[in-house]
T-cell receptor
Framework: EDKVVQSPLSLVVHEGDTVTLNCSYEVTNFRSLLWYKQEKKAPTFLFMLTSSGIEKKSGRLSSILDKKELFSILNITATQTGDSAVYLCAVHSGAGSYQLTFGKGTKLSVIP | GAGVSQSPRYKVTKRGQDVALRCDPISGHVSLYWYRQALGQGPEFLTYFNYEAQQDKSGLPNDRFSAERPEGSISTLTIQRTEQRDSAMYRC??????????????FGPGTRLTVT
């Protein structure tokens, strides 16, 4: 059974801090790993990673994948209160299906 | 542009009743996914469609759950004879692509189902 584990489960930081969120996975036939940000409503897509060692970057957010060690990290620099959310990691695996297996998420709280 | 919409946003029903949850995907998106999300958990896959064809229903928990997308646009997830354990947030997502980029799924706000 595919498994996605995120750590930490929750994190409280001050504005301006840099945070690193972790996602490890055990899946058969890995295809891609995705990060989502979930605030009060729907998860919003952040990144999709398919290749090891290639950093994806969007503003203060960046992510990288290590397919040998089976993990990914999501970095947020100079955090702001608007970064407070649950960050979900999901993995696509297997052939013939496009379902995603999600981790439980990391709840990030950024305090002023 | 309009995102994925779902209705109703909240549904309270008595045990044993049937419910129908609706998803209206982003216009032009060919793939549509249903997920269930319990509190404090990530979304759990239920089923997905490419156009009107149901491609994978392996995540549906039992035969009380069914989904359709007859015209390749709006989808309905139906739960028959609801039970309290069905209470959860039901999320719909859509994607423009059927290939690799189908993993870029855009989620709706969800329907919070409570079975009393």
């Amino acid at each position: 059974e595919d498994k996605v584990v995120q750590s930490p489960l929750s994190l409280v930081v001050h504005e301006g801090d840099t945070v690193t969120l972790n996602c490890s996975y055990e899946v058969t036939n890995f295809r891609s790993l995705l990060w989502y940000k979930q605030e009060k409503k729907a998860p919003t897509f952040l990144f999709m990673l398919t290749s090891s060692g290639i950093e994806k970057k969007s503003g203060r957010l960046s992510s990288i994948l290590d397919k040998k060690e089976l993990f990914s990290i999501l970095n947020i620099t100079a955090t702001q209160t608007g970064d407070s959310a649950v960050y979900l990691c999901a993995v696509h695996s297997g052939a013939g299906s496009y379902q995603l297996t999600f981790g439980k998420g990391t709840k990030l709280s950024v305090i002023p | 542009g309009a995102g994925v919409s779902q209705s109703p946003r909240y549904k309270v029903t008595k045990r044993g009743q049937d419910v129908a949850l609706r998803c209206d995907p982003i216009s032009g998106h060919v793939s549509l996914y249903w997920y269930r999300q319990a509190l404090g958990q990530g979304p759990e896959f239920l089923t997905y469609f490419n156009y009107e064809a149901q491609q994978d229903k392996s995540g549906l928990p039992n035969d009380r759950f069914s989904a359709e997308r007859p015209e390749g646009s709006i989808s309905t997830l139906t739960i028959q004879r609801t039970e309290q354990r069905d209470s959860a947030m039901y999320r719909c997502a859509s994607s423009h692509y059927t290939g690799l980029r189908s993993y870029e799924q855009y989620f709706g706000p969800g329907t919070r189902l409570t079975v009393t």
